[in-house]
């Protein structure tokens, strides 16, 4: 059975920063990309990262610079490292895991590559 299990939501202040983890079981993570998405109140589920299999990492425009993906393959553990945060990334933030090739798991682009996800954890930016 896959497991995405997030961890690592909360309450912040503008400018502070968050640490999104997502403990992954019952696939063999190497062969899989992992992403991070976020739903805001009312919007639609945006992509935000996504590192493959093979560590290449890619970001949308909205979070390019302030937040960093990566992997621990060993841990089993994607991580999503957030910082300079504001209240526009206050959202329900998603990870999820595809084994489809590229471009069908560009999280910029489409969901449909990814069939494996966590079950997402709040993330609230405010004063």
């Known amino acids: 059975q896959v497991q995405l299990v997030q961890s690592g939501g909360g309450l912040v202040q503008p400018g502070e920063s968050l640490t999104l983890s997502c403990a992954v079981s019952g696939i063999t993570l190497e062969y899989y990309a992992i992403a991070w998405f976020r739903q805001a109140p009312g919007k639609g589920r945006e992509g935000l990262a996504c590192?493959?299999?093979?560590?290449?990492?890619v970001y949308s425009d909205s979070v390019k610079g302030r937040f960093t993906i990566s992997r621990d393959n060993a841990k089993r553990t994607v991580s999503l490292q957030m910082t300079s945060l504001k209240p526009d990334d206050t959202a329900v933030y998603y990870c999820?895991?595809?084994?489809?090739?590229?471009?069908?798991?560009?999280?910029?682009?489409?969901?449909?590559?990814?069939?494996?996800w966590g079950e997402g954890t709040q993330v609230t930016v405010s004063t």
């Open positions: 999820a895991a595809g084994a489809s090739m590229w471009p069908m798991i560009d999280p910029r682009t489409t969901r449909d590559g990814y069939n494996n």
């Open positions: 590192i493959r299999d093979d560590g290449w990492a």
